[in-house]
């Protein structure tokens, strides 16, 4: 049953009852049409107050039911709004905890509203590539003004209840239990006679409304470039105040369904579906018993490792923050206090959280200092001889029961594990820097690591705040197995005739956060570089990076040295194209008998992309990765992919896994290592997708 019934004092009231955020799923959408209908039927009802069970009024859609048959039953959302303004008995809307979306629009629809303080009011469609799609465009604007509401719809932002009070989006505001305050305000309303308020009866309000449309359009132009919904949000908005209200509803309405239909849309709502989906352990059955966190370890307190630590103290969880010597470590103390202290300047901080982080944070030099922690964070140097001998001595001092966790990008967690005699507690936690920033949490399980172990991974993980990736063991994970073959189709267009600045231009133009060169700059190529150079060790046959070696050689490691694949002004970030580089790869064409050749765009982008697609096809294979939208969640979250394109496995799926598959093949009739995976030849043939 996804609504309740019942009458109190005359007044019925009609609770949606559909958890965890009472979405307005087909079965809630018919329940509050049946229940508005039965209060107007029953004589002995004078007015009518809805509400939502739990913890929120409504926050909008049933995501569950999106692309499926129940998100287009009748009665729609627009039928039942129709509905409760054409009541005759007064409706008010009880609103606490959140409502947001179509919850928002079912409150707009209310004659009257209560609301309590601290609830979470936002038209947030646009965070998924849409507009609101049941008046929200026209109903909160003549409700609040133009400006306020447009700046809610077009950014999705959230506000504060008590925010609102002033605005003319609500009658009142609570101040005990909001439903009986609501049953008391409709007992009042109902002794006014019909016909009771309406928002679409009001008149948009502001003193220049085509000046403001104007100057939004410029804005949303340069900071929303490759989403249509901001701008469909504007030609909405516009329609408030210069169409009639149904004339209006319906533009929106159409703006709503072509938008839902777009490939921009389906993207962002896969990267929101993916990153949910990404929390749920794959082969978890039953109730599984988690270990209590409550005190961390961090041994290394380089930058990554106290940025690791800042995570767990922002949380208000205790850390001991470990290292060799006590400069080590008050170094790291340094940073973490830095980078707080530059939070309380930009104002997201206050002084007294600071200072109360702080006190949470223990260091030492004496690895004894981790006995009693529950969770330790090995953060040493990416060197497995170094990462066995810390495992060890961490396995002589930690109590029984601590999870060990390997912060390794690559390396081979079965065998750290095997260096102790608790391979069972030991996981990957492969953060992504900076640890504090990024919202990338990578997840290792080891052959023997124990479910309890990772769900308390996954728990820790959303303590704190990260997207959290399952991965099985393999050289570089889902991230960095992939960036690798990137990052070599990179280097091959600038071996056969490319130019660093071009190939990173296609890249950003296509979405990406940074350019593959950029990027490397970035991290420090020699990071890399120690990479490149143990697989060269352990497989001679490996490609090598012959231009990339040489820069390295030479001390070019990007942004650290002021020089790398660009040039950079001291203390400065900007990259600049380097004539040194470029000398260095004409010598390198030159020494090899390369007539350099031109690429498109189009051309670098799609060598680029399907080189992750085609690693992502394998890992997948593998069992790396237990479904594409993981491997969609870790670049729209740790390599920065455009979200708008949903993730390369999705970007694949959009454009067609018949047309890559094609494109892969026309490529390995002259290189054979873009043959296309036996994954992708078979989705090929059954027109599957990745995300089917």
């Known amino acids: 049953m996804s609504t309740h019934y019942k009458v109190v004092d005359n007044v019925a009231v009609i609770t949606i009852t559909n958890p965890p955020v009472n979405g307005l799923g087909h079965a809630v959408r018919l329940g509050i049409a049946e229940g508005i209908e039965r209060a107007k039927s029953d004589p002995t009802v004078a007015s009518i107050v809805l509400t939502g069970e739990g913890k929120a009024f409504s926050g909008g859609a049933d995501m569950r039911e999106f692309n499926s048959p129940k998100s287009g039953m009748e009665p729609g959302l627009n039928g039942v709004l129709s509905i409760i303004e054409s009541s005759s008995k007064p409706v008010v809307a009880a609103v606490h905890s959140v409502a947001m979306g179509g919850g928002l629009e079912l409150a707009m629809a209310c004659h009257y509203r209560v609301a309590a303080p601290k609830a979470r009011i936002a038209l947030s469609e646009v965070t998924m590539g849409l507009l609101p799609g049941a008046g929200g465009t026209q109903r909160l604007p003549r409700l609040i003004g133009l400006e306020s509401a447009l700046n809610m719809i077009v950014h999705g932002t959230s506000i504060s209840s008590e925010k609102l009070a002033d605005s003319g989006l609500f009658d009142r505001m609570a101040e005990g239990d909001v439903v009986q305050e609501a049953i008391e305000f409709a007992k009042e309303m109902a002794k006014r006679s019909a016909p009771h308020p309406r928002a679409r009866d009001k008149v948009v309000q502001h003193v220049n409304p085509e000046g403001l449309i104007a100057v939004a359009r410029a804005a949303v132009d340069a900071r929303y470039k490759n989403l249509p919904a901001p701008k469909r949000c504007l030609d ?53 018993q988690e270990r209590a966190i409550e005190r961390v370890a961090v041994v290394g307190a380089g930058l990554m490792g106290s940025g690791i630590a800042m995570n767990f103290l922002s949380a ?193 133009e296509f979405g990406m956060a940074m350019g593959p060169f950029r990027m490397a700059d970035l991290a420090g190529n020699d990071i890399g570089w120690a990479i490149r150079k143990r697989r060269y060790a352990e497989d001679p046959s490996q490609p090598r990076f012959e231009i990339a070696d040489r820069l390295c050689e030479s001390g070019n490691f990007g942004q650290k040295t002021g020089s790398g694949w660009y040039d950079y002004e001291p203390g400065q970030r900007k990259a600049k194209p380097s004539a040194r580089t470029r000398a260095l790869i004409e010598a390198y064409w030159k020494e090899k008998g390369i007539s350099p050749r031109k690429f498109s765009n189009a051309e670098i982008v799609e060598r ?22 993981d491997i969609d969640a870790v670049y729209l979250h740790g390599y920065g992919f455009p979200t708008w394109r949903g993730g390369p496995m999705f970007y694949a799926d959009t454009v067609g896994i018949f047309n890559v598959n094609r494109a892969m093949r026309s490529l390995a009739q002259s290189d054979s290592s873009w043959t296309p995976s036996p994954l992708i030849e078979r989705l090929a043939a059954k027109n599957s997708a990745f995300n089917a």
């Not at 990416?382 to 390396?411: C, H, Q, Y």
């Not at 294979?621 to 594409?628: L, S």
């Open 236 to 288: 909405a908005l516009e329609a408030s105040f210069k169409l009639p209200f149904d004339e209006a509803l319906a533009l929106e309405r159409r703006s709503f369904l072509e938008l839902m239909n777009g490939s921009v849309s389906k993207s962002l709502r896969h990267a929101f579906f993916s990153e949910r989906a990404a929390a749920k352990l794959p082969d978890a059955s039953g109730e599984i």
């Open 316 to 508: 208000g969880l205790p850390v001991v923050l470990v290292d060799v010597n006590d400069e080590a470590v008050n170094k790291g103390r340094r940073s973490i206090q830095a980078n707080y202290e530059a939070s309380v300047k930009k104002a997201k901080l206050a002084p007294e959280a600071l200072e109360k982080r702080m006190q949470l944070l223990q260091t030492s030099s004496d690895l004894t200092s981790v006995s009693q922690c529950d969770l330790i964070i090995e953060a040493v140097y990416e060197d497995m001889p170094l990462k066995l001998s810390t495992f060890r001595a961490l396995d002589e001092v930690a109590k029984p029961g601590a999870i060990l966790a390997s912060n390794t990008s690559t390396l081979d967690v079965n065998q750290i594990a095997a260096s102790t005699k608790r391979p069972q507690d030991v996981i990957g936690l492969h953060f992504f820097s900076p640890a504090n920033v990024m919202k990338l949490l990578e997840i290792v399980r080891g052959e023997k690591t124990s479910i309890e172990v990772l769900q308390t991974a996954f728990n820790i993980a959303r303590r704190i705040g990260k997207v959290a990736v399952l991965s099985g063991v393999c050289d570089g994970f889902i991230g960095n197995r992939m960036i690798a073959k990137y990052s070599r189709r990179a280097q091959e267009l600038v071996e056969q005739g490319a130019l660093p600045e071009q190939v990173d231009r296609a890249a950003e």
């Open 608 to 629: 680029l992309i399907f080189a992750l697609v085609n690693e992502g096809a394998a890992i997948l294979e593998e069992g790396i990765a237990a479904r594409a939208s």
